[in-house]
C-alpha cells in the first residue's frame, strides 16, 4: 500500500513539474515584445533551399578568402555583453554565396595598397539575436528579433581594415560595438586621418555592393536581404 502511494505521489510531482515548466514557457512566450519570423533551424533544410537556389550557399569566408583575419569576438567575453555568446571554440565564420564573394573582392583590392580585413563577425545564429535583445532593447544598435537580421541571414559583416605588414588595425576612432554617436558613419567631429580610415572602409565595401549601416562605421551589408531566410542553425552543424 504505501509503495503505491509513493508512485502516485512521485507521479504527481512529475506531473506538476511539467505544467509549471509548460506555464512558466507560456509566461516567457507572452512576456517578449515581438513574433519569430519563419526560422530555418536544421542545416538538412538549408540543404534543400541551397538545392534549389545556389546563391544561398553559406560559405566558410577562409575557404574562399584565406588572407582574411579573424577576431570573432562573441566567441570571447571581449565584446559588449562581457559573456562568450558564441561556444568558446568558435573560429569559424560564414556568409551567403554573394556576400562571400563580394567581400573576396573587397580583400582583394585592400591588398594592392598594403592592407587587409579583420572580421568581427558575420553570420549570426538567431537565437544570439534574441539575447542582444534581451540585453539592448534598442534597434539603433542590435536587431529587432521580430524582423531577423542581415546577420542572421547570412549577408551582414563587421569588420575593420588592418595594416599586413604589421597586423595593426587603422585607427577608426572607436573601438567595435562602441554605442556612441561617436561610432555613427555621420560623425565628423574627428582627426582628419580617422575619417580617411572610415571612408576608406566605405567606398571599397560600397564600390564592391555592401551598403553601410549609419549607426556604426563596422557595419555593412547586402541589400535586399529579406531573399534569405533567417537562420538558427549552429556553428557546428553549419560546418
Do not use: C
Not at 151 to 164: E, P, Q, S, Y
Amino acid at each position: 500500500m504505501l509503495y503505491k502511494i509513493h508512485n502516485r505521489f512521485k507521479k504527481f510531482i512529475l506531473i506538476t513539474l511539467f505544467l509549471s515548466t509548460a506555464l512558466l514557457k507560456q509566461i516567457n512566450a507572452q512576456q517578449k515584445d515581438y513574433i519569430r519570423p519563419p526560422l530555418v533551424s536544421k542545416y538538412n533544410t538549408l540543404k534543400k533551399q541551397v538545392a534549389k537556389d545556389s546563391l544561398k550557399r553559406m560559405l566558410e569566408l577562409k575557404s574562399l578568402i584565406p588572407t582574411i583575419v579573424y577576431d570573432l569576438r562573441y566567441a570571447t567575453t571581449n565584446n559588449f555583453t562581457g559573456q562568450l555568446m558564441y561556444p568558446a571554440n568558435t573560429h569559424i565564420t560564414f556568409m551567403r554565396l554573394p556576400a562571400a564573394k563580394a567581400l573576396k573582392k573587397v580583400q582583394q583590392e585592400l591588398e594592392t595598397k598594403g592592407l587587409g580585413l579583420k572580421i568581427f563577425d558575420a553570420y549570426r545564429p538567431y537565437s544570439v539575436t534574441e539575447k542582444f535583445w534581451e540585453l539592448i532593447h534598442d534597434e539603433r544598435y542590435v536587431a529587432f528579433p521580430g524582423k531577423g537580421s542581415g546577420h542572421n541571414r547570412g549577408v551582414a559583416v563587421d569588420l575593420t581594415i588592418i595594416d599586413l605588414q604589421t597586423g595593426k588595425e587603422l585607427d577608426m576612432g572607436t573601438a567595435f560595438d562602441n554605442f556612441t554617436d561617436t561610432a555613427h558613419q555621420t560623425f565628423k567631429d574627428l582627426p582628419a586621418a580617422i575619417l580617411q580610415n572610415r571612408q576608406l572602409l566605405r567606398s571599397v565595401m560600397e564600390k564592391h555592393g555592401f551598403v553601410a549601416y549609419e549607426m556604426e562605421w563596422w557595419h555593412y551589408y547586402l541589400p535586399e536581404s529579406d531573399q534569405y531566410e533567417v537562420l538558427d542553425i549552429p556553428f557546428k552543424k553549419m560546418k
